[in-house]
């Protein structure tokens, strides 16, 4: 072996590995031939070629140096690349911003949402008598607490409760607005009757009409200043206490109506904007309920207007129309009476339609207690002016054998198409919709004795309301003036079983059954 060769190898001593990597001895046969083989190999030696560190070194890529990628960089080629690309980049992103600036222009501007108050999202619920309410045995606040739960299922925002003061019949010194008849229990039981009604989000309004017992609820014309003095403190009172407002009924009879009306207003709304005053009345005409709202603005009116038993579907837009245009910006309340079922006046055919009709109409729908079930007073025991409420079958127990389960509160409840169902379904819609909170309302032309209108409130969803008051089935035949109206919607609820929720309705086919009324919705259309 040559000097050059072997000057290119290394030699690498076995012993000197460690332990575990040195090879095994050959046999003593093996090692003589290696040697007769090699001539020069040592036993025990291993040649190992290792490659040259320089020429690998050389072999290997480096890239460009600076003085070549300048030179590479200042190519008139390159040059043009890079100012196209540059170009492109700018052009790109401005047609990105103006793209951005068209959008928000064109884009239509949400709606400024109004200020609503608790009664503006949903129904009042009245309790004039608590014993008939609540049962001869238990007609006290006591008994009255332990029924809100059924309030809550009807998901109504307030309950008008009362009187239920100290009233000696037609003696004002022997009255007191502040203080609870022991009939009905203590200040004890209305303030634990208050919390109970806060936990389950429902707000109390205290009836003080004060000779609720007496021939004339107002007393006589002369004792008007000792009423009204009686009056400004028991509110004052009651406000402290935590009730969220207060009604006062037959006020047409209360000598300087308007002005007594607005100076309690005042007084109620001095301690909070959140505090309600509703007057009741037994005025039927525009002109008579326009007369005591005059010094008022945030005045809520319960009256007789739609009690006047003619139940078509072109009286009735008549009707409702008149009263918007008339009151144009005030919030207006909707329902039979000041006080009475609203079986009183509407007959049991029409309850559904007026239950949709009240609950999607702009305005605060106000019931009675029973009008959830269809409360007649016509009942075999049922005293006229406060009938029993219809909890179950054993309700009227000297009536036995009256009361239908289908009748009851209890019957009803296990009822999927029953009155007290729909009245959940409609109120739970009342209060989460916005177009049927504060939603424009725009009447359609429609076929004969329908009632047809559009609930409608920025981009939220439409409502298409239409009810038919006739006897007979009839096509829908809707037109609109200000509202766009597609070709097909969706069917929320129908007042009568037989139609599927969800179901999706071409309006140019649409036709009602005898008094039904449908509740149909439709996305926005830009």
Known sequence: MSQDTEGDMKEVELNELEPEKQPMNAAPGAAVAGVMAGGTEKNGLVKIKVADDEAEAAAKFTGLSKEELLKVAGNPGWVRTRWVLLLLFWLGWLGMLAGAVVIIVRAPRCRELPTQSWWNKGALYRIGDLQAFLGRDAGNLAGLKERLGHLGTLKVKGLVLGPIHKNQKDDVNGTDLEQIDPIFGTKEDFYSLLQSAKKKSIRVVLDLTPNYRGQNLWFLPSQVDTVAAKMKNALSFWLQAGVDGFQVRDVETLMNAPSFLAE?????????GDKLLIAGTGFSTLEQILSLLKFTKDLLLTSSYLSDRIFT??????????????????????????????TSVVPVHLLRLYQMLFFTLPGTPVFNYGDEIGLEAALPGQPAKAPVMLWDESSLPNSPGSVLSNMTVKGQNEDPGSLLTLFRHLSNHRSKERSLLHGDFHVLTSGSDLFAYVRQWDQNKRFLVVLNFGDVGQPALLGAASARLPAKVDLLLSTQPGRQEGTSLKLGDLKLEPHEGLLLHFPYMA
Not at 264 to 272: A, L, R
Not at 317 to 340: E, M, P
């Open 264 to 272: 309690w207003q005042n007084i109620t709304g001095s301690v909070s």
């Open 313 to 342: 579907g072109e009286h009735i837009k008549s009707l409702v129309t008149q009263y918007l245009n008339v009151t144009d910006s005030r919030w207006c309340s909707w329902s039979s009476s000041q006080a009475g079922l609203l």
